[in-house]
């Protein structure tokens, strides 16, 4: 195998500078928030609330401007039947954002939390928030397999480089800085990354449509040249569920630690929602090369270039469409510059997965559940720690499944199914309680998983109307496939489902308790009747930072346990006035 000089000092010399970057960052942040008494533990995880706008904006914007973002936009606009009709993710991603931003940001960000899983542990309970942490970490972890899977893949294609030694080298240093720094080596790194993506993919777009090979993509948006047009179709047989998957990247793009983990970071609660509107148009633009790129694959008459006559799509390699444009249509030296911006991509997305996940298992399972009187030195210890193990899961899943998309397309719809309703529960529905959280969780978990998941092999047991059988045969060897493909909108009706179950739930349980139907001694879960639950945490736990601009947080009562989940007043968190008693004697920061 001839490895590419060239192509292996670029990469070398882009990893030293992230690297150098992310070290910088940390040192640069060492003391951050040590005056105001913050933790060093949620500086760790919220970079000490003090992330400005510049950062900010990038940080979040390369939230979703991963190498699947990039690579998956490609591909559905270069494949055949497909093209831009159906590439959603920059259209739905950003939607989420400003979704995001109207609605979740300044209630989460008001009330001074540190993850994601607070709010679910204040008003459910520390087993509830242990159960929703299962699909959240799943999200997490197997993003970040796919994302590294991709980029072994992408370097093998333009550098000839061995995938595994790709795959742990982007690993090992992504988890370095992480670990080092947190989140200021993560949002530091992201403004240089999401850089080199811009900057790698706009200086290969023109020399990529300027090849001999590669007709007018004017043309070919709408006219049939080498292959179906790339601006694509829907057909009204498809149109739910084209509605379905749009849904669940607009809605399910929001209930992520990633996202969270910017809009606490933020200074103000007005702060994190322009971060969520400067990256909702951050997506937008930085989709436009990957659409090109798509374009242009599907304008190519491959029997001209060095990849031979058998087009991508023959060879099921319509995923790797981008490093393939960049390899073929590009001289060597600006096919590199794409190689790093694909690296930057990748990595970007791979550093704030893991360090998001290592933040909820150090705070919500073993601060909160288990070890409510660890020190701030522990619990730092216990992120770091998770930080290198659950990197390394992540490396080993890129490395050893075949099927690791296929994990993630199922956790990512589990993310949509089961935590996006019981967020907007918890947020916005004045009353719901432990027992509607676990109906509405088995009930999304059971209709989403009855649907079946095609890249898993998993076969459904419910066939809902409009469902169809799909014969898939592989172009060079032969084989067979039955697909079963299911045009209802089965996933959105399953959080739906999954919403009014919790409601529903809820508001039974609480008048079997209240009206003496079902014993006090049936509530098991202390969600109810009990007013000094152990189950339930006060507000003062969860709240605990003096750099929180108060006139933005809800009133907070010494003794929040009294009031029951029942109690939970929402649309305090909306409010920008401090209405409680002593609100004038507060200082602002």
């Given at each position: 195998?001839?490895?590419?000089v060239?192509?292996l000092v670029a ?5 030293l500078l992230?690297?150098f970057v ?7 942040n060492?003391n ?29 914007t390369?939230t979703w ?23 959603q ?14 609605f ?6 008001s009330r001074g ?5 607070d709010p679910f ?13 299962i699909p959240?970490?799943m ?9 590294l899977?991709?980029l072994?893949?992408t ?12 795959v ?6 992504a ?18 990354q ?11 777009v ?21 292959q179906e047009p ?5 057909n009204s047989?498809?149109i ?7 849904f ?13 983990q ?21 997506c937008?633009?930085m989709?436009v ?23 991508p ?10 490093p393939?444009?960049l ?5 060597s030296?600006?096919?590199?510059f794409g ?19 290592s933040s ?14 660890a020190?701030d ?5 216990v992120m770091r ?16 499944t ?12 589990l993310?949509?199914v ?6 907007l529960s ?14 509405g ?23 809902y109307?409009?469902?169809?059988e ?8 032969g ?12 996933k959105t009706?399953?959080?739906?489902s999954?919403f ?8 039974l349980?609480k008048?079997?308790?209240?009206s003496?139907?079902?014993a ?5 879960f ?14 003062t ?5 003096d ?18 989940a ?6 305090e968190?909306?409010?920008?006035e ?5 609100s004038?004697?507060?200082?602002h920061?």
């Amino acid at each position: 195998m001839a490895i590419h000089v060239e192509g292996l000092v670029a990469i070398i010399l882009f990893y030293l500078l992230i690297l150098f970057v992310g070290i910088w960052a940390a040192w640069k942040n060492k003391n951050s928030g040590m005056a105001a008494g913050t933790d060093r533990s949620e500086t760790i995880m919220v970079g000490g609330r003090d992330i400005g706008l510049f950062v900010g904006g990038f940080t979040m914007t390369a939230t979703w401007v991963g190498g699947g973002y990039i690579n998956g936009t490609a591909e559905y606009v270069y494949l055949p039947g497909f093209g831009l009709a159906w590439a959603q993710a920059p259209f739905g991603y950003a939607l989420s954002l400003i979704v995001g931003g109207m609605f979740f940001a300044k209630p989460m960000r008001s009330r001074g939390y540190v993850t994601m899983l607070d709010p679910f542990q204040q008003i459910y309970g520390k087993r509830m928030g242990g159960l929703l942490f299962i699909p959240a970490l799943m999200g997490e972890i197997f993003w970040s397999a796919a994302i590294l899977s991709a980029l072994g893949a992408t370097l093998s294609v333009i550098v000839d480089m061995n995938i595994n030694t790709s795959v742990i080298v982007s690993a090992l240093i992504a988890i370095f800085y992480t670990l080092v720094g947190g989140l200021y080596s993560v949002a530091y790194t992201d403004v240089v990354q999401l850089f080199c993506i811009f900057l790698g993919l706009w200086v290969s777009v023109p020399f990529a449509l300027s090849n001999p090979a590669v007709s007018d993509i004017g043309v070919t948006a709408y006219k049939y040249i080498h292959q179906e047009p790339w601006l694509g179709s829907i057909n009204s047989s498809d149109i739910y569920m084209w509605l379905d998957n749009f849904f669940l990247l607009m809605l399910g793009g929001i209930p992520w630690q990633v996202y969270f983990q910017r809009v606490l970071s933020a200074s103000s609660a007005t702060y994190a929602q322009v971060l969520s509107f400067l990256a909702a148009f951050g997506c937008l633009v930085m989709a436009v090369p990957s659409v090109l790129i798509g374009a242009i694959g599907a304008s190519t008459d491959w029997n001209q270039t060095s990849y031979g006559p058998v087009q991508p799509k023959m060879k099921e390699e319509s995923d790797m469409i981008l490093p393939i444009v960049l390899q073929h249509l590009c001289p060597s030296y600006i096919s590199f510059f794409g190689l790093g911006a694909v690296s930057a991509a990748v990595m970007s997305s791979a550093d704030s997965s893991i360090l998001s996940a290592s933040s909820m298992f150090a705070r919500n399972i073993y601060q909160l559940a288990f070890r409510q009187t660890a020190s701030d030195r522990e619990i730092v210890w216990v992120m770091r720690i998770t930080i290198f193990v659950f990197g390394a899961v992540a490396t080993a899943m890129a490395l050893l499944t075949g099927t690791v998309y296929g994990l993630w397309y199922l956790s990512s719809d589990l993310v949509y199914v089961i935590i996006f309703p019981q967020l907007l529960s918890v947020l916005f529905v004045k009353g719901t309680n432990t027992y509607g959280s676990v109906a509405g969780y088995i009930f999304g978990l059971l209709l989403r998983i009855s649907g079946g998941e095609p890249y898993l092999k998993l076969p459904p047991f419910i066939y809902y109307p409009g469902w169809t059988e799909q014969i898939k045969e592989h172009p060079l060897t032969g084989a067979v496939e039955h697909i079963i493909v299911q045009k209802f909108p089965f996933k959105t009706i399953s959080m739906l489902s999954s919403f009014l179950a919790n409601v529903a739930f809820s508001y039974l349980f609480k008048y079997l308790f209240e009206s003496g139907s079902l014993a006090p001694k049936y509530d098991f879960f202390d969600a109810v009747l009990t007013k000094h639950s152990k189950e339930n945490m006060d507000k003062t736990t969860l709240v605990n930072s003096d750099n929180i601009v108060l006139s933005e947080l809800a009133p907070v009562k010494p003794r929040h346990s009294i009031a029951v989940a029942a109690g939970f007043v929402n649309k305090e968190a909306l409010s920008d006035e401090d209405t409680s008693p002593n609100s004038s004697n507060n200082e602002h920061d």
